[in-house]
């Protein structure tokens, strides 16, 4: 199975920061990663799909970003909509499998 | 607009099966690929496998009680789980994704609780 190592596990900002969350893949999977946000009692909503690309409706304050197996989710200008918990998923191989989650509290 | 809704009995004894149905209105059952995830309380996202033209996929962490099913003339999948015990409680949703990307969209989630 592919790992997809994801940190922090928990971080806390401020409203107008900019956050960064990175997930590491086990083996090079290309752009095979997506990015869901997910608010407490809610389905996953997917943020970025194939590691750059922003989903439709969703602010242009978030986007992604890859380097080799490194994924970033970056958050600029953070509100306090933004708490929630963000889960990157790899789809090059399965069994799919997400990262362990990031809890985004905003101070 | 695609939409998918859950639908099953939220609680099943240990030792038997769990059933889950996936209704989906706004986009063919014929097409796409079909996956299930789920999600004990308070922790992460497994992903349980998928179901396209083709065949089916499983997690082999599911340690092969998992099967699938579709019936194009309700536009719908089912999720069947076997032999349940208490660790296969969690949240069940299901969601629409194409070879090799991502998932969405995804149904509402249903809970299923095993306990006798």
């Known amino acids: 199975d592919i790992q997809m190592t994801q940190s922090p596990s928990s971080l806390s900002a401020s409203v107008g920061d900019r956050v960064t969350i990175t997930c590491r893949a086990s083996?090079?999977?290309?752009?095979?990663v997506h990015w869901y946000q997910q608010k407490p009692g809610k389905a996953p909503n997917l943020l970025i799909y194939a590691a750059s690309n922003l989903q439709s409706g969703v602010p242009s304050r978030f986007s992604g970003s890859r380097s080799g197996t490194d994924f970033t989710l970056t958050i600029t200008s953070l509100q306090a909509e933004d708490s929630a918990t963000y889960y990157c998923?790899?789809?090059?191989?399965?069994?799919?499998?997400f990262g362990q989650g990031t809890k985004l509290e905003i101070k | 607009q695609v939409q998918l809704q859950e639908s099953g009995p939220g609680l099943v004894k240990p030792s038997e099966t769990l059933s889950l149905t996936c209704t989906v209105s706004?986009?063919?059952?014929?097409?796409?690929?079909w996956s299930w995830i789920r999600q004990p309380a308070g922790k992460g996202l497994e992903w349980i496998g998928r179901?396209?033209?083709?065949?089916?996929d499983f997690n082999p962490s599911l340690k092969s009680r998992a099967t699938m099913s579709v019936d194009t003339s309700k536009n719908q999948f089912s999720l069947k789980l076997n032999s349940v015990t208490a660790a296969d409680t969690a949240v069940y949703y299901c969601a629409r994704g194409d070879l090799g990307k991502e998932l969405n969209p995804w149904g509402q989630g249903t809970l299923v609780t095993v306990s006798s």
């Open positions: 179901i396209y033209s083709s065949g089916t």
């Open positions: 083996q090079s999977i290309s752009t095979y």
């Open positions: 998923q790899q789809s090059h191989s399965t069994p799919y499998t």
């Open positions: 706004g986009d063919s059952i014929s097409s796409y690929y």
